[in-house]
């Protein structure tokens, strides 16, 4: 197997719940792509093909990758799409709104050039990282599997549940596994993802972000789109704090 060259790697292996999580951060943004399968199995699903589609196809090389599942559309967790999928030959799963979502990141990109990286635009812009690439293959916007509130998909041993979590955009997901929550861009270490530009909605975010801070068990743990993992423990008392200060 060809290991993994990239940025930072990592795995978690949870016996208990019965749940390996395997980490891979690619691309501008440092995006988390999410590999999830059962111990001792090689049937998973690997959630957000942020960037480097060879150097992910080369990590799950091991693997049988069943689905690839976004948490939303927005550039920097869909990259790797469509090469990925075409690499470890599986369907694209994703909420129906990822494709009004997915037109608002091409329409501006195409319009100025470079992708929408919110608040981080200003400062990214002179490294060239957010540069639209004229030579690469974007997604297409296809959808093999709708992703609707409540969907089950069941891998192997392991059964992944759906959770609309709208608010930082229209087709924000929430993957629940046993004990594991997979919360894209909704929800992270020290507050809900980022609101207040075009499709995003404060409270709209902080609906979703109760509903999960509240629906799951204190040991629950919380695997954003971007940077370190928490619980649900470690966050639940922050929520009135959050929604006072408004982000
Ligand atoms: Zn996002
Ligand atoms: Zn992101």
Redesign the pocket.
């Known amino acids: 197997m060809t290991p993994y060259d990239g940025k930072l790697a990592d795995s978690l292996v949870d016996e208990k719940n019965g749940v390996v999580l395997r980490r891979y951060v690619t691309g501008a943004l440092d995006t988390n792509t999410w590999v999830v399968h059962a111990p001792g199995s090689r049937d998973a699903i690997l959630v957000d093909p942020a960037d480097e589609a060879e150097r992910l196809a080369a990590a799950v090389q091991d693997l049988r990758i069943q689905a690839i599942v976004l948490t939303?559309t927005?550039w920097?967790?869909v990259l790797a799409l469509p090469l990925l999928a075409d690499l470890v030959d599986a369907p694209v799963l994703a909420h129906p709104a990822a494709t009004a979502v997915w037109a608002y990141e091409l329409n501006h990109a195409e319009a100025r050039g470079y992708w929408d990286a919110g608040t981080a635009t200003d400062a990214l812009l002179p490294t060239g990282l957010l540069r639209l690439d004229p030579a690469r293959r974007l997604w297409d916007g296809r959808i093999d599997r709708e992703l609707s509130d409540g969907a089950e998909l069941v891998i192997g041993d392991l059964v992944v549940r759906m959770i609309h979590t709208p608010g930082?955009?229209p087709d924000g997901v929430t993957l629940a596994l046993p004990g594991h929550l997979l919360t894209?861009?909704t929800l992270f270490p020290g507050g809900p993802?980022?609101t207040g530009w075009p499709l995003s909605d404060f409270d709209t975010i902080m609906t979703s972000v109760d509903h999960l801070l509240t629906g799951y068990d204190v040991a629950t743990g919380i695997h954003p789109?971007h940077g370190d993992s928490t619980t649900v423990g470690a966050e639940l008392p922050s929520v009135e704090l959050w929604r006072r200060r408004g982000w």
């Open positions: 939303h927005h920097d967790h930082h955009t894209g861009d993802g980022l789109g």
